[in-house]
T-cell receptor, first 112, second 114 residues
Framework: GENVEQHPSTLSVQEGDSAVIKCTYS??????FPWYKQELGKRPQLIID?????GEKKDQRIAVTLNKTAKHFSLHITETQPEDSAVYFC???????????FGAGTRLFVKA | GAGVSQTPSNKVTEKGKYVELRCDPI?????LYWYRQSLGQGPEFLIY????????DSGLPNDRFFAVRPEGSVSTLKIQRTERGDSAVYLC????????????FGQGTRLTVV
């Protein structure tokens, strides 16, 4: 089955700097890669997603890149703000996009 | 309702007891997913439904866990003979259909087995 690994587990950046979180997946048939943000005690919320027919997608300060050959995908947050502090999860949907497997999460701290 | 609703929000139960956790998906969403999240970990897939049928229950840890969705809307996750290791936040999510883009999560049920 699908396995998703996420790095780093903790990331601390200065306000205004960029943050990059990287994930790898194992199932070459995966075709949908969402990223979720989870604040303490709250539910995960989708912030951006990418499908396998696209190499990059951007939404304001957030971008995601996908390298299908290497089975890598990454989240890039530019001009970080204290409210970006949260746990971020990458995920991959296996064959047919039915079962979404999550990474272990990255705790991002943005220092003011 | 406007979002995915889970009840109860918190449940404390004694080891060995039976518990039921309820999920009300977004109206019209045919796909429903259950996940379990332990502290400091990502959501762990348990089971998903397309309509009334369990399309994939491969994530259920053992036969003490099962879930139903009899009318294709509300789902109940049932845990028999609870163990302390079952303590976690149980998250439900729904999406418009299987393979659709965004899955919307409920706020979760925090289960504590003492």
């Amino acid at each position: 089955g699908e396995n998703v690994e996420q790095h780093p587990s903790t990331l601390s950046v200065q306000e205004g700097d960029s943050a990059v979180i990287k994930c790898t997946y194992s199932d070459s048939a995966s075709n949908y890669f969402p990223w979720y943000k989870q604040e303490l005690g709250k539910r995960p919320q989708l912030i951006i997603d990418i499908r396998s027919n696209v190499g990059e997608k951007k939404d304001q300060r957030i971008a995601v890149t996908l390298n299908k050959t290497a089975k890598h995908f990454s989240l890039h947050i530019t001009e970080t703000q204290p409210e970006d502090s949260a746990v971020y999860f990458c995920a991959a949907s296996g064959t047919g996009g039915f079962k979404t497997i999550f990474g272990a999460g990255t705790r991002l701290f943005v220092k003011a | 309702g406007a979002g995915v609703s889970q009840t109860p929000s918190n449940k404390v139960t004694e080891k060995g007891k039976y518990v039921e956790l309820r999920c009300d998906p977004i109206s019209g969403h045919t796909a429903l997913y259950w996940y379990r999240q332990s502290l400091g970990q990502g959501p762990e897939f348990l089971i998903y439904f397309q309509g009334t049928g369990a399309a994939d229950d491969s994530g259920l840890p053992n036969d003490r866990f099962f879930a139903v969705r009899p009318e294709g809307s509300v789902s109940t996750l049932k845990i028999q003979r609870t163990e302390r290791g079952d303590s976690a936040v149980y998250l439900c999510a729904s999406s418009l259909n299987i393979g659709a883009t965004e899955a919307f999560f409920g706020q979760g049920t925090r289960l504590t087995v003492v």
